[in-house]
């Protein structure tokens, strides 16, 4: 019936997938309009914030603006921590009304964070008001009442993390509206796109596309499975296919023509057939440096070591050799500089190179490659390397230490190397496939004046998170 499904459909939705309007998908992230509505908004600076009691009450309220008090008659409240003229009373009588809690008791703690167990709660109670036994019936065998809101927050996917943060709250809502949206499927990313929004720009890491198409070709398959599907059902399932099918061919389309060369169309030649050879799709981090402010030694052995790295492939496990990559013909490319050795400045060859290792460590690392051998700096000169690097530096020299990394994604990547002469700024890209959905990157973090830490945040396509550090400890910081 699949098979049938997607040839009946084939002829005519090509045509339409990216006119139809956007009300025939609803969520494709949780934007700042869905923060603002629900007087919710999330930033850097509270987003790891827990949210007080009295803040959820008022959001879930306005979430629920339709629930019916239980009673028409005055609650009286006892809350001694409540005052009457204070902007929480309206939503405490409100909560009083409703029945989310008990009134009579001595403290409500308005500015108190709110618990996991009060938070689902307050949440179903309100989601099942007209059916308040509907837990109970579902979970017959559980008698706490926390834990059959519990699972029920599981089984729909809406808790992704159990500390009720704002960013938490922000994120649960969002995914109980798509959720709904869905006839009550439970929380995937891929649910619920915007046909106008499957596009390149948007989804270019295959390996995401491919989680996504899975779980659309699951949904289709449950559905299809129902021996009576009502109206519905059967245009969320029409939809759901018609979204398997855009991502599908958005997939064809990307393996014809790589998003990096629609984007970077002037690429060298010579990445530009590594790209088309392995479907490398996006740069996985890039890096500037404005060199004009360096001796011409510096100049010359930054470039020249920076451009040794330009169209060098690296498969799967392959190993990043520095110092190997750079002597791999001849080291007299490079010219006699300044370099510190024990702690001392000293007139010897190849000064510079280290500008050039720390150029190419620094977006691959950014990237996500795995860390073999590295060396920071013994002293970090703020006026050669930005501040707002510092820890990210790599020092080499013969016969150590050396810079040595591994390709640990599982496609291949290629160095692209872009200099501009005119305005004297040096680029490295690292272009290859993500294994994951995102990279944070967390730093400078000083342990203490000169000892500074650097972290990955690597989140999976299920919303799983790992993180790893890179730490670095100088003599002196100039």
Known sequence: ?????????????????????????????????????????????????????????????????DVKSKSNNDVEIVFEDVDSD????????????????????EKFNPNQSISQMDFLDWFFQLKYHKKSNYLNKKYPLISSRHLRVWLDARRLNLLADNLITYKTFREFLYRYKVVEANLGMPFREGLMINYTEI?????HNLKEI????????????????????NTEEKDYLNDTIMNLMAFNELKNSLLESPYVLRAQPDTNPDVTRIIR???????????????????????????????????????????????????????????????????????????????????????????????????????????????ENIGLDATVYRPKPNLRMRNNMESPIVYNVINDEENQILTVQVIGNKDYKNIKIEGPIFVSRNHVKWIRHYEDFDGKVTSDALESRYGVVH
């Open 86 to 105: 204070s902007n929480a009373y309206v939503y405490v009588e409100r909560g009083c009304k409703l029945g989310l809690f008990d009134c009579s008791e």
């Open 277 to 387: 050879k392995y479907n490398l799709q996006e740069v996985l981090f890039s890096y500037s440096y404005d060199y004009s402010h360096n001796a011409l030694y510096r100049k010359h052995n930054l470039k020249t070591g920076v451009e040794k790295m330009n169209g060098k492939v690296f498969v799967p496990g392959g190993v990043i050799d520095y110092w190997k990559i750079i002597s791999d013909k001849h080291l007299w490319d490079f010219k006699f500089g300044w370099v510190i050795a024990q702690g001392k400045a000293k007139w010897q060859f190849g000064g510079g190179i280290c500008g050039s290792s720390s150029m190419v460590f620094l977006p691959s690392w950014k990237a996500g490659l795995e860390i073999i051998e590295r060396r920071n700096h013994s002293q970090y000169y703020t006026d050669l390397y930005p501040m």
């Open 1 to 65: 019936m699949f098979k049938r499904n997607l040839k009946i459909f084939t002829t005519i939705i090509l045509a339409i997938i990216f006119t139809l309007s956007s009300s025939q998908g609803v969520f494709a992230k949780a934007d700042n309009e869905f923060s603002r509505h629900y007087g919710l908004i999330v930033h850097n600076g509270n987003q790891d914030s827990f949210v007080p009691r009295v803040k959820a009450l008022s959001v879930l309220l306005k979430y629920f603006p």
């Open 199 to 203: 596009n390149a720009k948007n989804y």
């Open 210 to 229: 491919d989680y996504i198409t899975k779980n659309l070709e699951s949904i289709i398959k449950n559905l299809e499975g129902k021996k009576k599907l």
